[in-house]
Each structure stands twice: as C-alpha cells, then as structure tokens.
C-alpha cells in the first residue's frame, strides 16, 4: 500500500529503544515516534502500514558527489591498472582536467541526461537528499551550466539537492602556471556569478599538491564568507597540507577525505564540530593505503559521516550501501556508525536541520529495508533490500 499524507507505520525503528517500533507521519513531517504499544489512540483512525518487522531508517543522504560530469574515465582506469598512479595521471594532463573537456563539450541537458541514471542508483538505494559539485567547468559559463543542471536533477526527480561551488577544484589547461590568476579571473567571479543566480549551497575546494594552496583556498573562503555562504573542503586526501585547519578557521560545515589528517586534527575538527566525511569509494579506486584516523576520530568526537564521492576519476561509485560496506571493511566503523554516517552526520555535512534522524517536526525522508539490524545492511556486497523509499511523508 501506498504511503500517503497521514500514516502510521510499524517496524523495527532505528532509535526506538523497543522491538515494535512505529513512526507518525502527517503532511509530510514526523509527528510521533516511539514503541508501537505507546501510540497514542488519537491516531487510531489514520492508514497503518505494518512493515512487519523491517528495519525502519532514516533515508540515506549522499553528502559528497560530483554527479555532474561528462564523459567517463575508463581508460585511466586502465592506465592505473598498469601501475600509473592517481597523482601521476592528473599530472600528465589526465584527471581532473580530461573531465572538465568533456564537461565543457556537453550542453545542460546532456549534463542532466548523463546524471539521471547514476543519481537513479543512488535513489534505488533509500536516497532523499543528494549533494553535487561543480568544479569540471573551470570557466565562468561551465561552472553555472553544472549548478544548473544540479539543481535541475531536483525537479526531474523526487529528491532534494544541495549544491556546493567547487571552481578551486584543478586549475584548466589555459591557466597552467597561473594558479592565482584563475582564481581571480575565473573561479571568484563564477562564485559571485553563481551565488547570484541562486545556485550555491555551500563553497568547496581542493586543497593538495595537485589542486589549491592554502592562500588560494583561503582567498576563496574568504568570498564565500562575505556571501554568507558555509565552507567545506576537500582535505588532507593524498597528503597533509593543513587542510583541517584551514577548514575549521573558517568554521567548515565537513572536511572530506582526511586520510592523512593527524590527532591534532581530529582535536580541531571536534572544537568546531566539523563532520569528517570519509569515502571509502575514493580510498579502494587510487588503491590508498593510509587509513583515515578512525580512532582519533572517536576518541575526539569527530563527526564521521559516508559518501560516494560519485565522481569520474577516483571514485566511480553510485551506491552508498556500497560505501557503508566499505566504511565497515576498510575503516572498521561499526555499521551503527556507518549508518549514523550516511543519515544523522552526513544531514550535518551538509548543515541540514530537518532531515538525517527520525524525530518528531523533522522530514518523513525515510527507508524500510528488507533487513532486520544495520549490521545486515552493511555486510551484504552488491545486494539492495530496499522495501520502500518514503519521501517527504510520501511513496
Ligand atoms: O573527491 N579530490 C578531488 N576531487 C575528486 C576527484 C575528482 C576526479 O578525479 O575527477 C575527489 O576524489
Ligand atoms: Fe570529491
């Protein structure tokens, strides 16, 4: 049966501390929550949905995706097969920039076009909430035509989109050399241009020998400040370039990646309650063997969300089951964190309120699982029990 305006549904409801759980839904808000025999009897006459059991989670949020791209980048994969490196492509003239060609070369429909069928794997798989990237425009007219076309993927689909500005992403092939002239001739005006438009959500950058320093980020925050835009940053991925401190002097919503981010860092991160988003997709493609500080991470208590980091290049992965398998087997979270890192933390990541935990005045963005615990989630490899994505309170 269809989930409509007003429901009451049973199941075994993360966070209910009980066996039957039930969830209240009304215009698209939960109003109650808690042990199936306390529902209170005002509720009686509304739909009941018996889910007999299934897991009842919070619907996943993918807080890191560069969704938006054209073309693909299968013979990089074969050229890393060969032994060359992630770094050592990008340096080639490969990477990030064999994208941005592509990009450039693609109109706003084939954009959305190429988009679809990826973010409808994520959406199979319990997604309400998706955020996606510029940063393979790299010139002003590019850069608007990816947001665009992002916040186009929110009308076609059932789903709600947050965007991010990644113009400090690689510098272009004209600008080679002259890393601080394009981020004053091209990617701060693309930032104003865009913001304008109303196509900005939060401001991101690569900060790493391959992309941005820390004066060019800075300078890049710095706008975004003024703009009264929220910061986060693509941080200490193939090296430590004080990525982590930069970000959280600016009181950054997430620091992505972080698997060289230090105690020290973990400390900073905690202070100013930046979520650490880690994607376990990026890790396994480059083939990277230091580990994100896990217990570091814990120990400070670091907010740790999962993401796919959709992108081309270094992590072609649309399922975030996928990735909180991952997140387990790689990183040894737990799949209780794993699961608080795709719902509760990644809403953070993304400085959403109402979405990401099932409580009463937040959204009805639920999921209910062919499963019975998180743990049954996480280990499956390839396999999805998604029973019902809710949307809004809805089917
Ligand atoms: O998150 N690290 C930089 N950006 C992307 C990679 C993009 C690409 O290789 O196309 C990332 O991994
Ligand atoms: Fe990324």
Sequence with gaps: MEIGARAVIFGNVVGVDAPHG???TDAGRIVWVGARADVPPDYSAWPQHDMQGRLI???????????IHG??????????????????????GGGIVSTVTATRAADEDALVAQALPRLDALLAEGVSCVEVKSGY?????????????ARRLGRERTVR????????????????????????????????????????DAVDGFLEGI????NQIARVFDVACALGLPVKLHAEQLSHMGGCALATKYGALSADHVEYATDADAALLAASGTVAVLLPGAFYTIRETQMPPIAAFRAHGVPMALATDCNPGSSPLTSLLLAM???????RLTPDEALRGLT????????LKDTGRIAVGLRADLAIWNVETPAELAYRIGFNPLHQRVFGGLT
């Excluded at 994969?77 to 340096?91: D, I, K, N, P, T």
């Excluded at 425009?137 to 076309?149: I, N, P």
């Excluded at 509760?344 to 400085?351: C, N, Q, S, V």
């Design 22 to 24: 039930a969830v209240v």
């Design 71 to 92: 073309g693909h980048r299968a013979r990089e994969f074969e050229m890393r097969l060969q032994g060359a490196s992630y770094e050592a492509v990008a340096r080639a």
């Design 161 to 200: 989109v947050r965007t991010s500005f990644l113009g400090a992403h690689a510098v272009p092939a004209e600008f080679a050399g002259r890393a601080d002239a394009y981020i004053d001739e091209v990617c701060i005006p693309a930032l104003r241009a865009a913001h304008a438009e109303g196509l900005v």
């Design 137 to 149: 425009g790299l010139d002003v007219e590019t850069e608007l035509r990816m947001l665009r076309a």
């Design 57 to 67: 989670t919070p619907a996943f949020i993918d807080c890191h995706t560069h969704i």
């Design 211 to 214: 992309g941005f320093d820390n």
């Design 325 to 331: 398998n991952m997140g387990c087997t790689l990183f």
């Design 344 to 351: 509760e933390h990644a809403a953070r990541a993304l400085g």
